[in-house]
């Protein structure tokens, strides 16, 4: 009996060892095969977008206003100036309440108040942008009687802020408290040290989370599509309906028309590689700086 | 500073108030028939969101299915497997993708996606699989399996971005212990890590869900926005989102309006619930390290 189970273990061992060593082989093989489907769409969407857009793109494209149906040619200039117009009211008013979020969660916030702050920031975060679009909608266009470039300034400056303010405390967080002492021992305030010891040691950092957030909303249509609403021509004023690249590409994209298709990949690629040089941007500046947590 | 940080609860509070106060003629008006009607019928102001909401659900299940194996995969390789020479590359191009906005997802969708899916993979589907009742009808390609796939590919930065990191919080000496059992580099990962992160990566696959029931712009443009229940997968659909990108702007009447935002009350609600639970996850795992900038 013995020389039979020592017999069998003998086979058994080298004959698990290989199942084992099977199994190991193909979860590799598994894992990078996830990889390749990972990336694949990622590739085809890139190639796709150049192969398009590159060729749509042209100098009336980025000077003109839309064409009506069925003329060739126009461009969607108004809705470029009109998404950075947009852009710039939502930071005007996101940008300021974000960081001064961040700072208080940072500086004050190591309590009970901080902590349900904090946990609101992130569940905002996570708030379905078309929803923030219809809250945009209660507030400014119900009471303007129309809708306008600052309705969607308002929508856009909403999601901005929890992103922000969450970048922001984790950038203070990481100078170094000593910094902060440093300044109390010359007997400067408190607030003071904030502004001008904590905020401006991390202000690459703090810059950065502004541009992620920044990027996140340049490409958001659904909260501007009954907000900004879109235009055919060129407004810069507050209270009227607004041209965006995004609201611009999806119409396009969903109309009939071949040559708003065409349109619609040119201001594709357009609203790509502004978004993708700020990210880009941003790393680079991100890995030069001090601050390597992002 | 304190201001700026009420404003953030502020928010919220306008959220719900602006949504709880708006909704409320469709409220009195239907009740809890409103979440079981299947009728849309905006003419004579009936209002049912069940088709909406079982788009929403089909849709966002659908893409969890498709996208967590492959987050976990990639997360996976690129914590355990992959030359640290390629994971800062990996993890960018990955990131690259949560980058992209939505529209331009759904644009994509629609001149490759679509074709792609009517032209091979649908009239394929139906002949392997057709006896399961899942894919059956005429492939048109615009369809909730379409809505599912580009959900899928817009979610697996987020799930596979929260894997890799709580997997690297997992302990070194946890990987250690259990090669110095003997065990392949597949069984490390299985008993060592995977195992210890399980609630972490819930937590991320919870944050997925949480953002696949929200998108809107690409879920519109693909999934052929038509108010029905149907068990093909390649029928068109309707989701919560949708109906409020497409139908919002043109509501007439003031129970139209109402009955819209109170689908966005209810999108609002099961998102909140549904990110909260998945923050409490990631916290309880990362907790003590940087709860960096995702999201």
Request: charged share 10%; aromatic share 10%.
């Amino acid at each position: 009996m013995p020389e039979t189970d020592k017999a069998s273990v003998l086979h058994t061992v080298p004959h698990i060892a290989l199942r084992r060593r099977i199994t190991d082989h193909a979860m590799t093989g598994v894992a990078v095969l996830t990889v390749i489907l990972v990336l694949v769409p990622l590739f085809a969407i890139f190639a796709y977008l150049v192969y398009r857009g590159v060729g749509s793109i042209n100098w009336a494209f980025l000077t003109q206003t839309p064409k009506p149906v069925g003329e060739a040619g126009g461009g969607m200039a108004n809705a470029i100036v009109g998404s950075a117009f947009i852009l710039a009211l939502a930071s005007i008013l996101g940008v300021p309440v974000g960081v001064g979020a961040g700072i208080y969660l940072a500086e004050f916030g190591r309590n009970r108040l901080g902590d349900v702050i904090r946990f609101t920031a992130d569940v905002l975060n996570g708030v379905p942008s078309i929803v923030i679009g219809i809250v945009a909608y209660a507030i400014v266009v119900l009471s303007q009687k129309h809708f306008s470039a600052l309705a969607g300034g308002v929508a856009l400056a909403i999601m901005m802020v929890p992103t922000i303010a969450r970048t922001t405390e984790e950038m203070l967080l990481l100078v170094p408290q000593a910094l902060r002492e440093a300044a109390y021992g010359l007997g400067i305030p408190r607030w003071r040290t904030t502004l001008s010891i904590t905020l401006r040691t991390a202000t690459s950092g703090v810059i950065t989370g502004i541009m992620l957030a920044f990027a996140r909303v340049a490409g958001e249509t659904a909260p501007l599509l009954f907000t900004a609403f879109g235009n055919q021509f060129w407004n810069l004023r507050v209270n009227q309906p607004t041209a965006a690249l995004p609201l611009q590409i999806f119409t396009y994209a969903i109309s009939p028309y071949d040559e708003w298709h065409r349109q619609a990949w040119a201001g594709a690629l357009v609203l790509i590689i502004l978004i993708v040089t700020a990210v880009a941007a941003v790393r680079f500046a991100v890995r030069r700086g001090t601050f390597g947590a992002a | 500073m304190l201001l700026c940080g009420l404003a953030v609860l502020a928010m919220l509070v306008l959220i719900v108030y602006e949504l709880v106060l708006r909704s409320g003629s469709s409220w009195r008006a239907f009740g809890f028939k409103f979440f079981a009607g299947r009728d849309w019928d905006p003419v004579n102001e009936q209002f049912g969101a069940l088709p909406f909401i079982y788009g929403t659900l089909v849709s966002s299940f659908l893409a969890l299915l498709i996208a967590v194996p492959l987050s976990i995969g990639v997360a996976v390789f690129t914590t355990e497997m992959c030359p640290a020479m390629l994971r800062g590359p990996l993890s960018f191009f990955v990131e690259l993708l949560a980058a992209i906005p939505s529209v331009v997802y759904g644009l994509w969708a629609i001149f490759v996606l679509i074709p792609l899916l009517s032209n091979y993979i649908e009239p394929f589907l139906s002949r392997t699989l057709g006896w399961t009742g899942l894919f059956v009808g005429p492939p048109y390609g615009i369809s909730m399996l379409a809505a599912g796939i580009i959900l899928a590919i817009m979610i697996i930065p987020i799930i596979s971005s929260i894997t890799r990191e709580v997997l690297m919080v997992v302990p070194q000496h946890q990987r250690e212990a259990a090669l110095a059992l003997g065990a392949t580099r597949w069984e490390m990962i299985r008993v060592g890590v995977l195992r210890n992160a399980r609630a972490g990566i819930m937590g991320g696959i919870i944050l997925g869900l949480g953002r696949a029931l929200g998108e809107t712009m690409a879920v519109t443009m693909v999934i052929g926005n038509r108010p029905e229940i149907a068990k093909s997968l390649f029928a068109p659909g309707y989701t919560m989102a949708s109906v409020l990108a497409n139908e919002f702007s043109e509501a007439t009447g003031n129970v139209y309006l109402s009955a819209l935002i109170e689908i966005g009350l209810a999108l609002f609600l099961v998102t909140i619930v549904v990110n909260a639970l998945a923050r409490l996850l990631v916290w309880t795992v990362t907790r003590g390290q940087s709860a960096s900038a995702h999201a």
